[in-house]
């Protein structure tokens, strides 16, 4: 049983930046896909960024050019860095960990899915203008 542990989240004022770290555990697999999404309230669940074991990334459009995705497979963490926050990125941030070779894009929800994707509790963050 894998668990997901989110971190970094907070209050910023526009313009700033912020780390999110997502640290899975309890299990472990050479082959992954990890998902960044985030919902606001209100809001459906979206999509922001993936990479996976081989370093291949995507992003939304919302957040291209601001956030990036990293992995440190020493401390086995990834990391979702937010630069230039703007007021609409406020949001609870989840991370989802995929343990397998697969397709892995931001907006594939079916990869993602409960089935597949271990799931943290989220990291809020908040973004004032």
């Known amino acids: 049983q894998m668990h997901v542990l989110e971190s970094g989240g907070g209050s910023v004022q526009a313009g700033g930046g912020l780390r999110l770290s997502c640290t899975p555990s309890g299990h472990t697999s050479r082959d992954y896909c990890v998902g960044w999404f985030r919902r606001a309230p209100g809001k459906e669940r979206e999509g922001v960024a993936s990479i996976d074991n081989l370093g291949k990334t995507t992003y939304a459009d919302s957040v291209s050019g601001r956030f990036t995705v990293s992995l440190d497979n020493g401390n086995n963490t990834l990391y979702l860095q937010m630069n230039n926050l703007k007021p609409e990125d406020s949001a609870m941030y989840y991370c989802?960990?995929?343990?397998?070779?697969?397709?892995?894009?931001?907006?594939?929800?079916?990869?993602?899915?409960?089935?597949?994707?271990?799931w943290g509790q989220g990291t809020q963050v908040n973004v004032s203008s």
């Open positions: 989802a960990v995929v343990p397998f070779k697969t397709r892995c894009y931001y907006n594939d929800n079916a990869v993602f899915s409960s089935e597949f994707g271990y």
